[in-house]
């Protein structure tokens, strides 16, 4: 069987499996009956059929969500092994920057640790953050936010840039130096590209060495960020800690390894500044 390209490759070779084993039917047999006995008895002959069928549908259903559960088992396994990487479950992550301080609760569902590229060791995580809301009828809800992350360490360049935000664009351009009124010690970052300004907006820390940080955004890496880096990309990068991610749990092989690229590039940009002072 060739490697799965993602986490949904198996899963149609997972319910087929698990459809041919006796055990699946039998469990599968015994609560429609259960079911439909149970409802003819109390609620008569009709009502007693439509249990069945439910039941058998509802039964069909579980199947294929176990299928679903060990397809993606099947791919990560893969995916970790084929690539030197360290796979592990649901866990929590450091809170070193905004992102992963957000919510009411916050957790990476897979966390895939190792050699991101040549040279750059991270972590790829299934990252998830919770906020829950109360309305006035004091009824709770759970809002879910996910992404996939690309941690680095890079504590060579935090006496250089003890913090910068390279965050997606939203909101109307007019409004922006209202918006930096509110921002406090960050400032604003600004870049002669048109491709990048259409695409981020960029903050460093207050005091920040301006000639060291433009210098780190170079042509090249100016260039990459505008037209080279995966879409939705965006990072954060606090005492040393980088945090790249994309919207979305990303669950397959090109994805992940294309968010394991950019992050390893922005840590290898941020590792060819950090020897050089301003």
């Given at each position: 069987m060739d490697a799965p390209d993602d986490a949904n490759d198996l899963r149609g070779f997972h319910f087929r499996?698990?459809?041919?084993?006796?055990?699946?039917?039998?469990?599968?047999?015994?609560?429609?009956?259960?079911?439909?006995?149970?409802?003819?008895?109390f609620l008569g002959a009709a009502i007693g059929g439509a249990a069945a069928v439910g039941t058998f549908l509802l039964a069909i259903l579980?199947?294929?969500?176990?299928a679903d559960s060990r397809a993606e088992e099947a791919f990560f396994d893969t995916y970790s092994r084929q690539r030197g990487?360290?796979?592990?479950?649901?866990?929590?992550?450091?809170?070193?920057?905004?992102?992963?301080?957000?919510?009411?609760?916050?957790?990476a569902e897979r966390t895939l640790a190792g050699p991101l590229a040549d040279g750059v060791d991270g972590v790829l995580a299934l990252y998830t953050y919770e906020d829950e809301t109360t309305d006035s009828e004091g009824n709770r809800q759970t809002n879910y936010y996910r992404y996939t992350l690309g941690?680095?360490?890079?504590?060579?360049?935090?006496?250089?840039?003890?913090?910068?935000?390279?965050?997606?664009?939203?909101?109307?351009?007019?409004?922006?130096?209202?918006e930096d009124a509110f921002r406090g010690s960050k400032q604003r970052v600004e870049l002669e590209s048109a491709a990048v300004d259409e695409r981020y907006e960029i903050f460093?820390?207050?005091?920040?060495?301006?000639?060291?940080?433009?210098?780190?955004f170079s042509p090249t890496f100016i260039v990459w960020l505008g037209e080279q880096a995966p879409e939705k990309f965006a990072f954060e990068l606090v005492g040393g800690?980088?945090?790249?991610?994309?919207?979305?749990h990303k669950e397959s092989a090109a994805e992940?390894?294309?968010?394991?690229?950019?992050?390893?590039?922005?840590?290898?940009?941020?590792?060819?500044?950090?020897?050089?002072?301003?």
């Open positions: 499996e698990l459809l041919r084993k006796p055990a699946t039917w039998i469990a599968t047999g015994v609560a429609v009956i259960a079911a439909g006995v149970a409802a003819a008895v579980v199947v294929f969500a176990i990487l360290t796979l592990a479950g649901r866990g929590p992550l450091p809170a070193a920057t905004p992102l992963l301080r957000k919510g009411d609760d916050r957790y941690l680095i360490e890079v504590p060579e360049c935090a006496a250089h840039v003890p913090e910068l935000y390279c965050q997606r664009k939203f909101g109307l351009r007019a409004l922006e130096k209202l460093a820390g207050e005091g920040q060495d301006q000639v060291w940080l433009r210098r780190l800690t980088l945090c790249c991610y994309v919207s979305g992940l390894d294309t968010v394991g690229a950019a992050s390893a590039a922005v840590a290898r940009r941020l590792r060819e500044e950090a020897p050089e002072t301003a």
